[in-house]
Nanobody, 130 residues
Framework: QVQVVESGGGLVQPGGSLRLSCEVSEILLGYTAIGWFRRAPGKEREGLACITRRDGRTHDSKSAKGRFTISADDTKNTGNTVYLQMSDLRPEDTAVYYC????????????????????WGQGTQVTVSS
C-alpha cells in the first residue's frame, strides 16, 4: 500500500514562511506526478501545485503563483520527496494541506484534477494568524 505523509505545518504569522514536505513510500509504475492541495474551512479542496517526476516540470495554480513553489528533493534517489515552499503567508492561506500522487500510462503535464490522484496523505494543518 502506497503511503503519503505530509509534514511541516504549523502556526505562522502573516507574512511568514513555511516549507511543507511530502514523502511517498514507493515509486509508482508509469509517469508519476505529485501534487499539493489544500482545503480551507468551509471551502472546497483546491489544487496548488504539482510536479511531474520524470522531468521535474511543475504546474502552479493562480493561488500559488508568486508565493508557493513546489520542488523535488533530488538528493534522495527515490525521487519521492517533494516540498511546498510557502512565503508571504496570509490568514486566507489557513487550511489543511494535502499531498497526493498518481501515475499515468502516458506522459502528460501534471494536473489539478483531484480525481486523477490515487493516493493521498492525511494532511497537515497550516494556520496563519497573529
Amino acid at each position: 500500500q502506497v503511503q503519503v505523509v505530509e509534514s511541516g505545518g504549523g502556526l505562522v504569522q502573516p507574512g511568514g514562511s513555511l516549507r511543507l514536505s511530502c514523502e511517498v513510500s514507493e515509486i509508482l509504475l508509469g509517469y508519476t506526478a505529485i501534487g499539493w492541495f489544500r482545503r480551507a474551512p468551509g471551502k472546497e479542496r483546491e489544487g496548488l501545485a504539482c510536479i511531474t517526476r520524470r522531468d521535474g516540470r511543475t504546474h502552479d495554480s493562480k493561488s500559488a503563483k508568486g508565493r508557493f513553489t513546489i520542488s523535488a528533493d533530488d538528493t534522495k534517489n527515490t525521487g519521492n520527496t517533494v516540498y511546498l515552499q510557502m512565503s508571504d503567508l496570509r490568514p486566507e492561506d489557513t487550511a489543511v494541506y494535502y499531498c497526493a500522487t498518481y501515475a499515468s500510462a502516458i506522459y502528460d503535464p501534471c494536473v489539478f484534477d483531484s480525481a486523477m490522484y490515487d493516493y493521498w496523505g492525511q494532511g497537515t494543518q497550516v494556520t496563519v494568524s497573529s
